[in-house]
T-cell receptor, first 112, second 106 residues
Framework: SQTIHQWPATLVQPVGSPLSLECTVE??????LYWYRQAAGRGLQLLFY??????ISSEVPQNLSASRPQDRQFILSSKKLLLSDSGFYLC???????????FGPGTRLTVL | KNEVEQSPQNLTAQEGEFITINCSYS?????LHWLQQHPGGGIVSLFM???GKKKHGRLIATINIQEKHSSLHITASHPRDSAVYIC????????FGTGTSLTVIP
């Protein structure tokens, strides 16, 4: 069966520090991968998606970047965090674009 | 105007009540999704619809493509149904509703 992992579960970082969140999927090949952010009291916002290794599409210009170094690994990064980067970050995968998505447990990031 | 509108924003029900959450969208879509987000933050996909009606246990989802409208029904609601329910549509892009917060009181 397929599983999706995210870590860390919670993170507190100072403004200006770097960020690296990792997401891995098991039990499937060539998944579509997604990074979402949910700010406090707000809806889900799609940040990045990837249809294959090295292929990243950005939905919203921001202080973040994403990379897919391996088929089932998706990384969300920042060189310098802003206060506005605080939120709940979710990784998800699907068989293809528009299909049912399976979400990871999420990372709650607080930037102080 | 948001591409996906949900109503109501908040809903409180007594255990056992029949619940309906509505979703309207304004863009062309290939599929509509209903998601459930628990208080801890985890999200589970409930349904993916492109036409008609689907049922899983006490949950029923319907979609009317012509009217660009979907409903999520919960029969015999239970406190464990308390969560935020999110409607999302996919076409060329993903669009998400802001969610309906449901509280079921014992």
């Amino acid at each position: 069966s397929q599983t999706i992992h995210q870590w860390p579960a919670t993170l507190v970082q100072p403004v200006g520090s770097p960020l690296s969140l990792e997401c891995t999927v098991e039990g499937t090949s060539n998944p579509n991968l997604y990074w979402y952010r949910q700010a406090a009291g707000r809806g889900l916002q799609l940040l990045f998606y990837s249809v294959g290794i090295g292929q990243i599409s950005s939905e919203v210009p921001q202080n973040l970047s994403a990379s897919r170094p391996q088929d089932r690994q998706f990384i969300l990064s920042s060189k310098k965090l802003l206060l506005s980067d605080s939120g709940f970050y979710l990784c998800a995968w699907s068989v293809s674009w528009g299909n049912e998505q399976f979400f990871g447990p999420g990372t709650r990031l607080t930037v102080l | 105007k948001n591409e996906v509108e949900q109503s109501p924003q908040n809903l409180t029900a007594q255990e056992g009540e029949f619940i309906t959450i509505n979703c309207s969208y304004s863009v062309g879509i290939s599929a509509l999704h209903w998601l459930q987000q628990h208080p801890g933050g985890g999200i589970v996909s409930l349904f993916m619809l492109s036409s008609g009606k689907k049922k899983h246990g006490r949950l029923i989802a319907t979609i009317n493509i012509q009217e660009k409208h979907s409903s999520l029904h919960i029969t015999a609601s239970h406190p464990r149904d308390s969560a935020v329910y999110i409607c999302a549509v996919t076409g060329n892009q993903f669009y998400f509703g802001t969610g309906t917060s449901l509280t079921v009181i014992p």
